[in-house]
DNA sequence: GTGAAAGCGCTAACAC
DNA sequence: GTGTTAGCGCTTTCAC
């Protein structure tokens, strides 16, 4: 930084104090006019800005929120992450990005590395390492050392703090209840989430859509993805073992398209033979062949509220802590 | 951060003066043993963290990267911050993100947020809409202040500051040789980036590769898109004034998409009929059906060798302006 | 109407 | 071996 203006510099130029150059910019009322306006020629023409690591030391207060995402390569967390930009710029604030990876020791390091006065508070998606193993205790430490935390998406019980979520169970479940009207006969979840909370959510809203319909009851039909390499060919062998397979709801959009391709791949006819229904609304939906009925989760939104509800806390710490559900609505296209 | 743990609460609480705790804190030899031990246990105890701002402010440096980003919901982008991330961590540096979402007066209004101290130089690649109008004043601006920039991928040469690029040209000139030697008669070119510079390069590779080679010389064949509403019709009207059409290259994966979807559309085979090359490796690229033959940037090298280059600059303020080209890789995929 | 001084949290040169 | 002091850039209270 080297040509930095500061008020010293401002101040000596001018033969003024380095009190009466602040107040100047600030338009005191105990300024004389001539000076105000001969300070602040000065400073545009010096590009001044106060300094902020300044501002922060002396308010104890940095105006960045720390946001902990677990994939940045997933698109719904950049939805987030749009709508967080958004919104913490609207508020003055600037947001520092740490990436978890999806690993425990990643997030917990983050935590760790902006704990130290960078930011005000936090706002993050849970690891999916962290919520398998269920390890908590180091989001307690945060809070304790008094760095509100507003979580959304992926969170977890254990803690007490500000939450941002969609209703997983009613989102699938109303997507069950989609392909039941449609007549779909025989209706499969595929899930890649079985690990997480909101996994859990998806898979029981299918569950209870099917129970609450006698015809359906009996035949429920999961299929668990636990790795990458699993989908094409976990995927595959639903199909052929169940060729009369008109239906497939899941609970990501990667599952969602290979379903797909599957389905091309032998044969079937999309959405004549078989309907498919994805989650998170992304490009693969639009552009894949058919174009894919997807789960919006309206991403931007989360990250608009998980937001506001950080600088509500911020304002006010001892209020109660809230979890803010945002709707999801089904996007018809062309696979259903 | 209402419990923040200070020197200043450690000395009072250990009966020391601040000086010796902070010596303490950093195995001053001049201080003695128990003492070292003392304050140390204390200090974990208390989850003491050194206040960065108050470093930042003390040392002229916030270690601290600021970074803008055109459009996150674009998979380079994000890959490319996944690899800024990973650099900037390992060497102990944040990063502050901001979104231009390719508007010239964001991209502005980022640049002046973050040149208040806040950062101590930029890694950005430039907005669609500042390119296309040829702004480029506000980058000197900045880095008269004294903010070093590293610009990548979207570039300027009116600007003299490092840059880290692939070799546009040298990418589509080589997937066009390839179609060219797969036999391919009829090859096109579909750009949506006509407006930026590397979409011009990477035209020009096109084109070179093609007038190098005489049966092909007068058989060029442009399509530009100008919006997304464009995609679809634009690409249905190349197939439908060229039957003949066997080969696409495009300057993007939406394009490249498109194009297979439109080409299901009109029945043909892929690739047996027609040969489709995208450029970025992204998600689609693989769960497309077929499976997407793509020219690879290699976007996290990008960003780790963005990192690597702005940290030689903080280092090196003198050193002459570099610029970096990362290689990129045709990855044959099912439709070619 | 202007300026001096204290203090935010930290480090480091310089006492003692 | 420990403490005092100045200063990073800023705001604000209190003099003058």
């Known amino acids: 930084m080297i040509n930095k ?3 010293k510099q401002l101040a000596k130029e001018l033969n003024l104090s380095i009190s009466t150059v602040s107040k100047a910019l ?3 009322y105990e300024i004389n006019e001539k000076t105000i306006a001969r300070v602040k020629a000065l400073a545009k023409k010096r590009h001044y800005r106060p300094n902020r690591m300044a501002l922060s030391l002396k308010n104890s207060q940095t105006k960045t929120i720390g946001v902990i995402i677990p994939n940045i390569l997933n698109y719904f967390f950049s939805k987030v992450l749009l709508g967080i930009e958004d919104e913490a710029n ?11 990876n999806n690993k425990y020791k990643k997030e917990l390091q983050s935590l760790e590395l902006l704990s130290d006065g960078s930011v005000d508070g936090f706002i993050l998606s849970i690891a999916r390492e962290t919520q398998s193993k269920k390890h908590s205790s180091h989001f307690k430490d945060i809070i304790q050392q008094g760095y509100p935390i507003v979580m959304f998406d992926r969170v977890t019980n254990k803690i007490k703090c ?11 479940f109303n997507a069950t209840n989609y392909l039941i009207k449609q007549g779909r006969k025989k209706i499969a979840l595929i899930s890649s989430l079985t690990d997480l909370n909101i996994g859990k959510q998806r898979a029981n809203g299918y569950k209870k859509a099917l129970e609450n319909n006698t015809s359906y009851k009996n035949k429920k039909l999961i299929v668990n993805i636990h790795s990458k390499a699993e989908y094409e060919t976990a995927i595959s062998s639903l199909f052929e073992k169940n060729k009369n397979i008109d239906g497939i709801l899941t609970t990501d959009n990667v599952s969602a398209t290979t379903a797909l391709k599957v389905a091309h ?10 309907a498919i229904i994805g989650f998170a609304d ?3 939906s639009r552009l894949s062949y058919p174009s894919l009925t997807t789960i919006d989760q309206n991403a931007f939104d989360i990250g608009k509220k998980s937001v506001e509800t950080l600088i509500e806390r911020l304002n006010n710490k001892s209020a109660e802590f809230k979890t803010k559900v945002i709707e999801t609505n089904l996007i018809i296209r062309e696979t259903t």
């Open 5 to 7: 203006t500061t008020l």
């Open 26 to 28: 600030k338009n005191s």
């Open 90 to 100: 609207k508020n003055d604030y600037q947001i520092i990005i740490c990436l978890s």
């Open 162 to 172: 500000d939450k941002v979520i969609i209703d997983d169970f009613e989102a699938t």
């Open 265 to 274: 791949q032998k044969g079937y006819s999309v959405p004549k033979d078989i």
């Open 282 to 284: 992304d490009k693969i």
